[in-house]
């Protein structure tokens, strides 16, 4: 499976901008995929992750309300729609798939990964 993340730019702080990981290779829909971020100085660290058939999401607790998670399995996508983005948002995000059914939070779990797609947020 190779990842393609995309949508990330400069926003304003309370703006809004949805990213996408686009998959391909096959049965993508039996891949648990996760968002992680990585800020300037700081450990790459676990944002939102989604079940491979998309019915169960998990977030971390810095993002719970303002971001969501959601995937076509038609379009090989996955996508993160963050919303009310803080300066404190601002990182280099990046998609990963593992396979299977469970979502992992600890991005050493997960094989495949995007090449990362920069966020920043400005105050």
């Known amino acids: 499976v190779q990842l393609q993340a995309s949508g990330g730019g400069l926003v304003q702080a309370g703006g809004s901008l949805r990213l996408s990981c686009v998959a391909s290779?096959?049965?993508?829909?039996?891949?648990?995929v996760g968002w992680f971020r990585q800020a300037p100085g700081k450990e790459r660290e676990f944002v939102q992750s989604?079940?491979?058939?998309?019915?169960?999401?998990y977030s971390a607790d810095s993002v719970k309300g303002r971001f969501a998670i959601s995937r076509d399995n038609a379009k090989n996508t996955v996508y993160l729609q963050m919303n009310r983005l803080k300066a404190e948002d601002t990182a280099v995000y990046y998609c990963?798939?593992?396979?299977?059914?469970?979502?992992?939070?600890?991005?050493?779990?997960?094989?495949?990964w995007g090449q990362g797609t920069l966020v920043t947020v400005s105050s």
């Open positions: 989604i079940r491979a058939s998309g019915d169960a999401t």
């Open positions: 290779g096959r049965a993508f829909s039996t891949y648990a």
């Open positions: 990963a798939a593992r396979g299977g059914s469970y979502m992992y939070t600890d991005p050493r779990m997960y094989d495949y």
